[in-house]
């Protein structure tokens, strides 16, 4: 069954680093954008950080300005995961984060279940 499956998610103080990862299992992972993205109480669910498939020569990276030089976001094709490095965390970062994976031709898309970072003292 194609699936994402995200795990990481824990509580830390202000100031504190999560890594958040993402295994999918998905044929031809490599071919997939990947994206994280995040949802606090109340709020929608917004685009964190995205990173290119290998259909490109160089792979490229986005990330929201809310996170810029703080988060870094990689994937292991070998071992199709997408990663979420999160350091500097604030209590506003907290929110349950999504992985997803899409391509276009043909069209594919695939969300996660979802997992909780807390940032508190």
């Known amino acids: 069954q194609d699936q994402l499956v995200e795990s990481g998610g824990d509580l830390v103080q202000p100031g504190g680093s999560l890594r958040l990862s993402c295994v999918a299992s998905l044929r031809f992972f490599s071919s997939y954008d990947l994206g994280w993205y995040r949802q606090a109480p109340g709020k929608q669910r917004e685009l964190v950080a995205t990173?290119?498939?290998?259909?490109?020569?160089?792979?490229?990276?986005y990330y929201d300005d809310s996170v810029k030089g703080r988060f870094t976001i990689s994937r292991d094709n070998a071992e199709k995961t997408a990663f979420l490095q999160m350091n500097s965390l604030r209590p506003e970062d907290t929110a349950v984060y999504y992985c997803?994976?899409?391509?276009?031709?043909?069209?594919?898309?695939?969300w996660g279940q979802g997992t909780q970072g807390t940032v508190s003292s």
């Open positions: 997803r994976a899409n391509r276009t031709i043909p069209f594919r898309e695939y």
């Open positions: 990173i290119t498939s290998d259909r490109i020569s160089d792979e490229m990276t």
